[in-house]
């Protein structure tokens, strides 16, 4: 079984300028989340989707994140203007069912705003 | 609010030495535990869950409700568990699923 995908994995940008980053969950996996994790930290969830549908996105800053999942598949979080505290690892993660599944975890692009 | 703490950073043992990576929450709901594991250049991967009470490479872990805790043990430490450790736990709210991770403590096995 394929795991999670993400690109890029690595990512160099200039402060107010734009990225996006892009998902591919495991086949069949009806819920996906982004996560936010900045160094010496935790992931910290950004936005939840239930196929094509948010669930929770009570931690995403959305002046400047946005997030979607076109066809309950793949998804792109994009970040515009980007800041220097954006500076992260962003991981994306699947799971079979919106309750009670594990939690599988793709590599993570690391985002270096300067 | 719902809060998990890993109080160590960082953690350094010999090889054959017992190991004991901390985790206390905070959740007022049914917790549901959760130990992930980050090996060097690896992706974040699932080691354990409390409801399986299963023991994984060697590691157990038992939820403790009284002292709302949660720690990692193995009695006999490998270089191999060399690795980033990460508490979380599973929180309802408001008709969603999530996850909420501690910072991470990093386990150096000496040799």
């Known amino acids: 079984e394929a795991g999670v995908a993400q690109s890029p994995r690595y990512k160099i940008i200039e402060k107010r300028q734009s990225v996006a980053f892009w998902c591919n969950p495991i086949?069949?996996?009806?819920?996906l989340y982004w996560y936010q994790q900045i160094l010496g930290q935790g992931p910290k969830l950004l936005i939840q989707?239930?196929?094509?549908?948010?669930?929770?996105d009570s931690q995403l800053p959305k002046d400047r994140f946005s997030a979607e999942r076109l066809k309950g598949v793949d998804s792109t979080l994009k970040i515009q203007p980007a800041k220097l505290e954006d500076s992260a690892v962003y991981l994306c993660?699947?799971?079979?069912?919106?309750?009670?599944?594990?939690?599988?975890f793709g590599p993570g692009t690391r985002l270096t705003v300067l | 609010a719902q809060r998990v703490t890993q109080p160590e950073k960082l953690l350094s043992v010999f090889k054959g030495a017992p190991v004991e990576l901390k985790c206390n929450y905070s959740?007022?709901?049914?917790?549901?535990l959760f130990w992930y594991v980050q090996y060097s250049r690896q992706r974040l991967q699932l080691l354990l869950r409390?409801?399986s009470r299963e023991s994984i490479k060697g590691f157990t872990a038992d939820l403790n409700k009284g002292e709302t805790s949660f720690h990692l043990k193995k009695p006999f430490a490998q270089e191999e568990d060399s690795a980033m450790y990460y508490c979380?736990?599973?929180?309802?709210?408001?008709?969603?699923?999530?996850?909420?991770f501690g910072k991470g403590t990093k386990l150096t096995v000496n040799p």
């Open positions: 989707f239930q196929n094509n549908g948010v669930v929770d």
């Open positions: 993660a699947s799971s079979f069912r919106f309750s009670g599944s594990s939690q599988f």
């Open positions: 086949s069949g996996h009806a819920t």
């Open positions: 959740y007022s709901g049914s917790p549901e």
């Open positions: 409390h409801i």
């Open positions: 979380a736990l599973r929180v309802t709210q408001g008709g969603s699923e999530k996850l909420v």
